[in-house]
């Protein structure tokens, strides 16, 4: 698994000599004659040590230099670095870093900073990847953060080992520095992140770790069609709607299908159509989808046991097919967190045959498992 990692060096520099943040060249420099000592290097040490012999499963990529070359040359971990910054860094350094790691297609943005930090990978990214904040800063107003160094390291095993790990979205806030050295502290709003977040059977249970399948399912069915009720819009028609076999699948055509009064069935192991006019198109073939118009939303589930994504059960969702579509616009994953776990950790597989698009595929893909509830989950090429 990809993971990008960005080290601040500065962030948190101004706290403990009493300075109440880091932002700025001229605070900086006061910090360090005063004789502070930056913090992020060695709290992301301290995450990277936590992952043990776990560390060396990831394919870690970073800047060179400060940013987080040099320590992970100092600690031999294997990576990949690009261009960086050999000594002092800027907010823009950040921005530059974390928009040529995601060209890198990493899964994973990992950084060690405090809010600024989080503020200028926001800039710079939005939500495009699940992100991990190492808190390093002074302030830390925002959401984004792992309470320590060490849970940051657990909530990377968990993706690497396919636990049952959240999607949620966090605040990014950030204070006036300048106002809060005279007294007056208030947050502002920034903006969100995805970032992963400690999971397990949180939802849909009767007892203490177990989930009842028949209200997950059901969950999930009213998540699907609120999504799909958002998509329609004055100004963009209704897409094709693709819904590939299963019985969760199953259960979402007919819920579709009883909204529109019509006595149409949809199909247990084929892949259905509801066209942008509402009329549905059941048990199509591979070449019937290369004929949809627009852009179609495909909304497929994952099988129970052989833990092949496509290119199993499915292949009428063929690889010239799924080339039209950009994930995670265009796809939405749904499955019970039971039939995530019984995957006992295993990631999701490719085999469409086209080696490159699954390529292009892999990651940290997104699970719909309930109406506002959502995992994180491997996906790799067979």
Sequence with gaps: MKVGLIINPLAGVGGAVGLK???GDAITVEALRRGAVPRAEERTQTMLQSLGDDVHRFQWLCADGVMGGFLLRKLAVSHSAISGVATRTSAEDTRQVTQALLREGVAVLVFAGGDGTARDILAAAGSAVPMIGVPAGVKMHSGVFATSPRSAAALLQGLLNGELVNSVTAEV???DEA???E???SSRWFGELTVPAAGGFLQHTKVG???DEGLAVEEIVQGV????????TADEPDRPLVLGPGGTLLAIKERLMDQTGGSVKGTLLGVDVRMPDGRWVCDVMASDLLSLPGQPLLIVGLPRQQGILFGRGNQQLSAAFLRRLE?????????TRTKIKALEGRPLLLDTGDAELD???TGLWKILCGYDDQLFYRVEAG
């Design 359 to 361: 390529r292009n595929l």
């Design 173 to 175: 806030r950030d204070v």
């Design 179 to 181: 106002a809060a050295r």
């Design 209 to 211: 770790g177990r989930e």
């Design 21 to 23: 943040g880091s932002d």
């Design 183 to 185: 007294g007056r502290a």
């Design 225 to 232: 069609c609120a999504r799909i009720a958002s998509l329609r």
């Design 327 to 335: 994930r995670p616009r265009d796809i939405v994953l749904v499955a």
